[in-house]
């Protein structure tokens, strides 16, 4: 990590145990093109989409999103556990701030779900 910097898209999500990626490789590869590559520290997955920026990072990121959705649905039967996840595009950002502000990203996407769901609880009583 040290020393190493990337530009491109760096993308945090939340595999937390029961998610609807937590444990499969498989999933997780189907979301990689053949310069992407993916690590894993915790609960949180890494991809990082070299080289994508501007208009190219919004393809890759919408098209990802796609992949996260439909895996959310294709989990619904055995998880319940939405699936989270930041984004970030970086030019020439060290290894470290990168998955920090994906992860960051990742979070607050995390909080918003969360208050959304709290309030539309708070309607209904």
């Not at 690590?39 to 190219?56: I, K, M, N, R, T």
């Not at 060290?94 to 709290?118: C, I, L, Q, Y």
């Amino acid at each position: 990590e040290r020393g190493l910097k990337i530009t491109g898209l760096v993308v945090a999500i939340d595999v937390r145990s029961g998610g609807p990626l937590d444990g499969q490789p498989g999933r997780v590869r189907d979301l990689l093109g053949p310069e992407d590559f993916a690590c894993q520290a915790a609960d949180e997955l890494l991809l990082v989409f070299p080289e994508h920026q501007g208009a190219s990072a919004q393809r890759k990121l919408s098209d990802l999103s796609q992949k996260l959705w439909d895996l959310q649905l294709q989990s619904l039967d055995t998880t319940l556990a939405p699936v989270s996840w930041g984004a970030v595009e970086v030019k020439d950002e060290p290894v470290g701030e990168s998955r920090a502000s994906a992860s960051e990203r990742m979070h607050e996407t995390k909080r918003s779900r969360r208050d959304f769901n709290r309030a539309r609880a708070f309607e209904s009583v």
